[in-house]
């Protein structure tokens, strides 16, 4: 069977480079051909009036989030500050060595489905919390907090940011969980390379609960759809949007600029992800904090230009969000269009992040879930809202946008935005938006090369096989026009929501296991602190 798919797989390669061959248009037309039906089942709109239709993947992911939230007792309010403390370090001791060795923490650590790795002095994985929280961060903020906020917003209006940020929190939630089953159930290899995901918390925790056989098969779905995903909206969406920007800004006018773009962007890729997760976290690590720090910099000096019109932008907010056209912009127009825009916002409840978080090192699965909620607030609730106050605040007059009128070029408004406080910002923002395309890239080539080795098997083989066709979706992605391609990169990113909120649902009480003995653990030590306990982790 791996076989099979696999040959399939190379097979489609010279389908693809045709793309370059033929125009873009006929391309876009026969890929539309194929897949308009996929497309059209994942985004199938159930009609609740005349006006407002909901697509029914959309209904199954904030539902499950709504489910976690409540079911974890609102852990995404009650956790935050332990995961910032987690971030910091201040348990490192605890998760490296176990409470149970260090401050007589008498409940066991029931670890057995978790392999010790090679990597490291008797810790699991293979990366830091924050280097883990980098990686995912860096697969999730990008153009949906720059394109999609403003596609949101032309849809809805300024009542949009609301339910942008309710679902910015209820996504937390269903991040902690998801998160804490990729820890969980990760395999190690001999060499120490972590693989994890829902691919193996569906088939390892659903055959634990006697579902064996469904785990198997919402895996495989899982692993087909993340590939997708990878060569679509986590790799050509994101070239073709750098390379847009980089010959619009300055001025390239010929037919091959696209392609030659493509090329050193391949290349650079490829000095990344050919060192695996490891390199990929470290360049993360870096690459992301400074980019959204200047584009958070330059919307905190727009906002701090105009901090008098904050609070009738946050009223605007406000009382959009209850009308029908507020609504409709939120939920649809946020969810949907500005998250299939920016190939989705915060990706909560796609699973997708909990490949990444999987390498991490410690021996609780829970404290990855806990630093994983701070994923979607920083993605949604602070970056994307930050975006959305920047637009409204310098759109009072309407001079740029026009409320439910849909745009299509979400950067361009947003650069419009910038520029209207900050000259020439757009300059700026086309480097952020390559270096936001660029880390997108490399953390969702780590994403879809976990789903290609659990279908085609663990090697250096096929690990480069996979590598070399995701290179050539960088160029060809960045050569044509996407259309279609988009549509069915979308969905499947979308369709990854199925078989993951199922299995994260079934495997609720075994999250809530882990959630307490995290927490007794983290008790355990700053109970022994109190009575003069050392602080081991100042020695870490």
């Known amino acids: 069977m791996k076989r099979y798919l696999l040959t399939f797989f190379t097979a489609i390669l010279p389908f693809l480079t045709f793309a370059q061959e033929s125009t873009s248009e006929k391309f876009d037309r026969l890929f539309k051909d194929y897949t308009g039906w996929f497309v059209d089942a994942i985004f199938y709109e159930i009609p609740f009036s005349d006006t407002f239709q909901i697509p029914w993947v959309l209904i199954v992911l904030?539902?499950?989030?709504?489910?976690?939230?409540?079911?974890?007792?609102?852990?995404?309010?009650?956790?935050f500050g332990t995961a910032v403390r987690v971030v910091q370090g201040k348990y490192e001791d605890i998760e490296k060595h176990g409470a149970d060795t260090l401050y007589g923490d008498p409940t066991p650590n029931e670890d057995h489905n978790i392999i010790e790795t090679l990597r490291d002095d008797s810790a699991h994985g293979e990366v830091s919390h924050f280097q883990a929280l980098t990686a995912a961060l860096s697969a999730t903020v990008g153009l949906g907090n720059i394109a999609g906020v403003a596609v949101a917003l032309s849809i809805g209006g300024p009542g949009a940011t609301f339910w942008m940020i309710?679902?910015?929190?209820?996504?937390?939630?269903?991040?902690?969980?998801?998160?804490?089953?990729?820890?969980?159930?990760?395999?190690?290899?001999?060499?120490?390379?972590?693989?994890?995901?829902?691919?193996?918390?569906?088939s390892k925790g659903l055959k634990e609960k006697g579902a064996g056989g469904l785990g198997k098969i919402l895996a495989a779905i899982f692993a087909v759809f993340v590939i997708g995903g990878s060569f679509g909206g986590g790799n050509m969406f994101q070239a073709n949007q750098a390379a847009a920007q980089f010959t619009k800004l300055f001025n390239f006018e010929s037919d091959n600029a696209g392609m030659y773009f493509g090329f050193v962007m391949a290349g650079l890729v490829a000095i990344v992800i050919i060192g695996g997760i490891k390199r990929i976290a470290s360049v993360?690590?870096?690459?992301?904090?400074?980019?959204?720090?200047?584009?958070?910099?330059?919307?905190?000096?727009?906002?701090?230009?105009n901090f008098t019109l904050i609070d009738d932008a946050f009223g605007l907010i406000y009382d959009g969000a209850f009308t029908g056209l507020g609504i409709a912009g939120g939920l649809v127009g946020v969810m949907i269009q500005g998250i299939r825009r920016g190939a989705f916002s915060n990706e909560a409840g796609v699973g997708s992040a909990a490949i990444a978080h999987?390498?991490?090192?410690?021996?609780?699965?829970?404290?990855?879930?806990?630093?994983?909620?701070?994923?979607?607030f920083v993605d949604t609730v602070v970056i994307c809202t930050m975006t959305a106050l920047v637009i409204v605040i310098t759109n009072f007059d309407g001079g740029f946008m026009q409320y439910g009128v849909e745009i299509k070029e979400g950067v361009e408004i947003t650069a419009s935005a910038f520029d209207t406080v900050i000259p020439h910002f757009s300059v700026i923002l086309t480097v952020?938006?390559?270096?936001?395309?660029?880390?997108?890239?490399?953390?969702?080539?780590?994403?879809?090369?976990q789903g290609w080795a659990y279908l085609f098997g663990k090697g250096?083989?096929?690990?480069?096989?996979?590598?070399?066709?995701?290179?050539?979706?960088?160029?060809?992605?960045?050569?044509?026009?996407?259309?279609?391609?988009?549509?069915?990169s979308d969905a499947m990113i979308f369709a990854m929501v199925v078989p993951n909120i199922i299995g994260v649902i079934m495997l609720s009480p075994v999250i809530r296991k882990e959630l307490k003995k995290y927490m007794?653990?983290?008790n355990k030590k700053e109970d022994a602190l109190e009575d003069g306990a050392e602080d081991l982790t100042k020695h870490m």
């Open 166 to 202: 309710i679902a910015g929190l209820l996504g937390m939630a269903s991040k902690f969980a998801e998160c804490t089953l990729g820890v969980k159930y990760r395999d190690v290899g001999e060499d120490g390379t972590v693989y994890g995901g829902p691919m193996y918390y569906l």
């Open 520 to 522: 007794n653990a983290i």
């Open 358 to 376: 999987s390498a991490v090192r410690t021996k609780y699965p829970a404290s990855e879930g806990i630093v994983a909620l701070l994923e979607p």
């Open 432 to 449: 952020a938006v390559i270096l936001f395309a660029f880390s997108t890239m490399i953390s969702w080539s780590y994403y879809g090369m």
């Open 284 to 305: 993360t690590e870096k690459i992301v904090p400074f980019m959204a720090g200047i584009y958070v910099l330059a919307a905190l000096i727009i906002l701090g230009a």
């Open 62 to 79: 904030v539902g499950g989030a709504l489910f976690f939230t409540f079911y974890f007792k609102l852990i995404n309010i009650t956790g």
């Open 460 to 488: 250096k083989i096929t690990d480069l096989i996979y590598k070399f066709l995701f290179l050539i979706f960088v160029i060809v992605g960045a050569s044509i026009s996407l259309g279609a391609v988009i549509d069915f």
